[in-house]
């Protein structure tokens, strides 16, 4: 079974930053890539970002780009979120994800193609 651990959520003013982390754990982990998606109160679960594993190759929603930046440490099976330049609208709970099998670009930027998900981390941004 594999489990995804959020942390690094928390309260910031606007302007601020904070970092997310996502440990994976699980006998056999693997993954083809891992995403962020967060979801606001009353609102569907969105695309922030996503990377491949091998490679490294990243993605975000037009809303973060220049803002957020995603990484991993292979070697931890670990993948990062950095907020910078936090907005009152970026306040949400964040998941991370994992997709175990090679899939298109366009599709990592949808919550269904993920096999796995963690628990969440909540992001409040005051204004």
């Known amino acids: 079974q594999v489990q995804l651990v959020e942390s690094g959520g928390g309260l910031v003013q606007a302007g601020g930053s904070l970092r997310l982390s996502c440990a994976a754990s699980g006998r056999t982990f693997s993954s083809y890539a891992m995403g962020w998606f967060r979801q606001a109160p009353g609102k569907e679960r969105e695309f922030v970002a996503r990377?491949?594993?091998?490679?490294?190759?990243?993605d975000y929603a037009d809303s973060v780009k220049g803002r957020f930046t995603i990484s991993r440490d292979n070697a931890l099976n670990t993948v990062y979120l950095q907020l910078n330049s936090l907005k009152p609208e970026d306040t949400a709970v964040y998941y991370c994800?994992?997709?175990?099998?090679?899939?298109?670009?366009?599709?990592?930027?949808?919550?269904?193609?993920?096999?796995?998900w963690g628990q969440g981390t909540r992001v409040t941004v005051s204004s």
């Open positions: 990377i491949r594993w091998s490679g490294g190759a990243t």
């Open positions: 994800a994992a997709r175990r099998t090679l899939t298109t670009a366009q599709a990592l930027g949808l919550a269904g193609s993920y096999d796995y």
